[in-house]
Nanobody
Framework: QVQLVESGGGLVQAGGSLRLSCAAS????????MGWFRQAPGKEREFVAA???????YYADSVKGRFTISKDNAKNTVYLQMSSLKPEDTAVYYC??????????????????WGQGTQVTVSS
């Protein structure tokens, strides 16, 4: 059974930075893609970033150049470094594990394990 636990959310002023962490058990990062999604009030869950088993990275256009996804295979932990934060980045951020090894996607439906979410609030 896959378990994902996020941490690192909080309140930050616009222009500030935060780093989210996601500790995983039950699925190895060396073969699975890991992703970050977010959901703002009244909006659908949207793709933020993903990192593949081979360390290829993918970003939503809205965060490209500001967010960086990375992972530590030894710790089975994935990170999302967020910089130059904007009020529109305010959302609950979720870590997710892809359902199959050696596959990558930006669609939430392709991820079958999710963390509980961590709130990120950016004040103007």
């Amino acid at each position: 059974q896959v378990q994902l636990v996020e941490s690192g959310g909080g309140l930050v002023q616009a222009g500030g930075s935060l780093r989210l962490s996601c500790a995983a058990s039950g699925r190895t990062f060396s073969t699975y893609t890991m992703g970050w999604f977010r959901q703002a009030p009244g909006k659908e869950r949207e793709f933020v970033a993903a990192i593949s088993w081979s360390d290829s990275t993918y970003y939503a256009d809205s965060v490209k150049g500001r967010f960086t996804i990375s992972k530590d295979n030894a710790k089975n932990t994935v990170y999302l470094q967020m910089s130059s934060l904007k009020p529109e980045d305010t959302a609950v951020y979720y870590c997710a594990a892809y359902r199959r090894p050696y596959r990558t996607s930006r669609a939430a439906l392709d991820y079958d394990a999710w963390g509980q979410g961590t709130q990120v609030t950016v004040s103007s």
